[in-house]
């Protein structure tokens, strides 16, 4: 086991209780042995004591959402580059994504993943199973065999569903095994050949819109299938006001609904696109500004539930294209935590809420136990200096794909040191980190 790691002069946030204030932590055996407020334990005999120097220690963050190549599209991003990213940004634990190549419909690729990743990942990766076969939208998955193999949520990815039979069936077979469906909103037919947000701006950009009408048709949809089936329902990400009013409702009513947004969506509006960035083509796409305040807006009221990375990797084969041809994405693991500071920065939400949409409620919606600074909890964690600036170059990012939309954004917060399951995978002023074992 790994030696004792006792962290001294830090300012704690637990988003499990909302509760913040100096204090110190001791990490023995894969777990926190004690969390002290306002005072420092006595060191046990062995251990490495950190002086956080004033800097946030907090639980590790927990990534529902992220695209890894492995296994077909290595070349994109691996299991272990993806896990030297998120070591970098912070995030502990991430859920992985179906639309690989073979696609994750199978008992057997969910155990090739999660023994893949024990291997090569410096954190954990949990993958989501397709809810379909081959993500075509026709035919369910086996969900109990999957689940049972340790599918820890169900999605087709970026793929919709759009046949309302298909789905009706898949909620009522996850409402009798208690397993979570997380699908993306985008009804295909509404989508057509849009690219980009619907309105002004796409038509002086010469560019076919998205409308909002794409996102609320299926979420309403899906949550009357919700009330008929009396299932679990995590809409993957909203982007815009009408999906969150349509949330709150649900949650009024008294359904097993959550949901996420991406911290794209969050930091950006459709203006970001510019000149036709590429970088900035994602799905959902950047809406309005008006719904970009409505989205922060239900994420301080706890309407939004988590926020996501969504990361998903491209080449520039794919990115450096013509706008409407280029692929959908962007990388985001690395730079989660200091695009989402920015709305503690502006006074949008104070940290133990940031954090809580980040570790905590994420852990709990997954049933995973991560999420807490409490004894007993993980010894998965994160020490940051929410303060520190720096303009992010793409060259240093730990993703084989470098195609970030803050590329040359001016960030603050810092991550010094990363701990999963004791160990310290991720160190700013090492050379390199360690491997967790």
């Known amino acids: ?14 988003p499990a209780s909302g509760r913040s204030g100096p204090g110190a932590v001791l990490v023995r055996d894969g777990t926190i042995a004690d ?7 006595a060191a046990p005999e062995g251990a490495e004591t950190i002086s956080c120097g004033g800097h946030v220690l907090a639980p590790g963050l927990v990534d529902m959402r992220a695209f890894v190549g492995e ?10 580059s993806a896990g030297e990213a998120a070591a970098a940004g912070g995030v502990t634990t991430l859920i992985s994504m179906p639309d690989t190549n073979p696609v994750v419909d199978d008992p057997a690729i969910v155990d090739y993943l999660l023994r ?17 076969r081959r993500l075509a939208g026709r035919e369910m998955t086996e969900l109990g065999l999957l689940q049972e193999a340790g599918a820890v949520a169900f999605t087709d990815g970026a793929a919709a569903i759009a046949d309302a039979g298909v789905m009706r069936r898949a909620l009522t077979y996850a409402g009798d095994l208690g397993a979570l469906l997380m699908p993306h909103l985008a009804e295909p037919s509404l989508v057509g050949r849009g690219v980009m947000n619907e309105g002004e701006l796409a038509s002086r950009l010469g560019l076919a819109g998205i409308p909002r009408e794409a996102e609320t048709v299926m979420l309403e949809r899906d949550l009357r299938l919700v009330r008929l089936t009396g299932a679990r329902y995590h809409a993957a990400m909203i982007s815009c006001a009408d999906s969150v009013e349509i949330i709150r409702r649900a949650k009024q009513d008294g359904l097993a609904v959550t949901c996420g947004v991406s911290v794209n969506n969050l930091a950006l509006n459709e203006n ?16 309005h500004e008006d719904d970009r305040q409505a989205v922060i807006a239900g994420l301080a009221e706890g309407v939004i539930d988590v926020v996501v990375s969504d990361h ?10 013509p706008f409407a041809e280029a692929a959908d994405g962007a990388v985001g693991i690395e730079t989660l935590l200091s695009a989402s500071l920015r709305l ?13 949409a980040l570790s905590w409620r994420p852990a709990e919606i997954l049933a995973l136990p991560m999420g807490r600074l409490a004894p007993g909890a993980p010894a998965d964690l994160v020490l940051f200096d929410p303060d520190e600036p720096y303009v992010l170059d793409k060259r240093a990012l730990r ?11 001016r960030l603050a917060g810092r991550v010094r040191r990363t701990v999963v399951a004791g160990r310290i995978v991720h160190d700013l002023d090492a050379v390199a980190p360690a491997r967790a074992a």
């Open 1 to 14: 086991m790994a030696r004792p790691l006792l962290f001294t002069g830090a300012l704690l946030v637990d």
């Open 35 to 41: 969390v002290a407020w306002g005072h420092v334990p």
């Open 71 to 80: 296994p077909g599209a290595e070349h994109r991003e691996t299991l272990k």
């Open 116 to 132: 893949r990743a024990a291997d090569t990942s410096l954190v954990h990766i949990h993958p989501a199973a397709a809810i379909t």
């Open 272 to 287: 970001d696109v510019g000149h036709y960035r590429t970088f900035c083509k994602l799905s959902p796409p950047l809406r």
């Open 312 to 321: 998903n990797p491209q080449d520039v084969e794919t990115k450096r294209l």
């Open 344 to 356: 503690v920065a502006d006074g949008h939400l104070s940290l133990p809420g940031l954090l809580r």
């Open 399 to 409: 993703s084989r794909s470098k195609n970030s939309p803050f590329d040359e954004a």
